[in-house]
T-cell receptor, first 116, second 116 residues
Framework: DADVTQTPRNRITKTGKRIMLECSQT?????MYWYRQDPGLGLRLIYY???????NKGEISDGYSVSRQAQAKFSLSLESAIPNQTALYFC???????????????FGPGTRLTVL | AQKVTQAQTEISVVEKEDVTLDCVYE???????LFWYKQPPSGELVFLIR??????QNEISGRYSWNFQKSTSSFNFTITASQVVDSAVYFC?????????????FGGGTRVLVKP
C-alpha cells in the first residue's frame, strides 16, 4: 500500500462549489504539506502543518483552507472553487527526526482538479 | 527569499545519450538542502536525492549522478546512457534550514524526452 494517499484522484466541479481534497499517510510523519502544480511553474506551497495544532500559510493560501484532523490526515478545502484553481494538487509529508533524510518530503500521487 | 532556476524547459535525446539538467539556486542561508524529484508521465513525484549544503561531495547512483558546486550555486543532475524510462519532468528544489522546519521551493522543471 502507498505511504501517502490522496482522494479523490480526479475531480471535476463547477465554479462556486465547495471541494475537499483529502490526504492520509502511514509514514508516521508529523509534518504535512499541500502544494499545487501548474504547467511551467513547478510546485507552490499552499499550507503546511508541523503537528496537529500547528497550521501555517504557504506562498499561495488565498482561496484555500486546511484541517489537520489527526497526525495522519490533512485536508485541503476550496470554499468556493474558481476556474484558476484548476491544477494538480499534491500532499507531502516529512519527518523532523535525525535520519539521513530528515525533512525530505515524500509526495502523494496527486489530485487532478478541474473547475469549470 | 530563496529561488530555484531550471533554465532548460525541455531536453530531447536519443536513447543511450547522456543528458545533464542544470539547476541554479539562490538563498541567503548558510545551511540548506537541495533535492531532485522525478515526475514520470503517470504524474507522481518521486524523490531522487537530497544534498546538504555542507556536503559538496558529488554522488553517483547507478546511471544518475549529481554535481553540487557551492561556488556557483548549482546542483546539476546527469543521466548517463539514457533510457526511454527516463522520460519525465525533473524538478530541482531547495529548502532552507530553520528550527521550525523546512519548506521546499521548486524550480519550474525540465522535461526530458528520451527517444528510442
Amino acid at each position: 500500500d502507498a505511504d501517502v494517499t490522496q482522494t479523490p484522484r480526479n475531480r471535476i466541479t463547477k465554479t462556486g462549489k465547495r471541494i475537499m481534497l483529502e490526504c492520509s499517510q502511514t509514514k508516521g510523519h508529523d509534518r504535512m504539506y499541500w502544494y499545487r502544480q501548474d504547467p511551467g511553474l513547478g510546485l507552490r506551497l499552499i499550507y503546511y502543518s508541523f503537528d496537529v495544532k500547528d497550521i501555517n500559510k504557504g506562498e499561495i493560501s488565498d482561496g484555500y483552507s486546511v484541517s489537520r484532523q489527526a497526525q495522519a490526515k490533512f485536508s485541503l478545502s476550496l470554499e468556493s472553487a474558481i476556474p484558476n484553481q484548476t491544477a494538480l494538487y499534491f500532499c507531502a509529508t516529512s519527518d523532523p527526526g535525525t535520519s539521513e533524510n530528515t525533512d525530505t518530503q515524500y509526495f502523494g500521487p496527486g489530485t487532478r482538479l478541474t473547475v469549470l | 527569499a530563496q529561488k530555484v532556476t531550471q533554465a532548460q524547459t525541455e531536453i530531447s535525446v536519443v536513447e543511450k545519450e547522456d543528458v545533464t539538467l542544470d539547476c541554479v539556486y539562490e538563498t541567503r542561508d548558510t545551511t540548506y538542502y537541495l533535492f531532485w524529484y522525478k515526475q514520470p508521465p503517470s504524474g507522481e513525484l518521486v524523490f531522487l536525492i537530497r544534498r546538504n549544503s555542507f556536503d559538496e561531495q558529488n554522488e553517483i547512483s547507478g546511471r544518475y549522478s549529481w554535481n553540487f558546486q557551492k561556488s556557483t550555486s548549482s546542483f546539476n543532475f546527469t543521466i548517463t546512457a539514457s533510457q526511454v524510462v527516463d522520460s519525465a519532468v525533473y524538478f530541482c528544489a531547495l529548502s532552507e534550514y530553520k528550527a521550525a522546519g523546512n519548506k521546499l521551493t521548486f524550480g519550474g522543471g525540465t522535461r526530458v524526452l528520451v527517444k528510442p
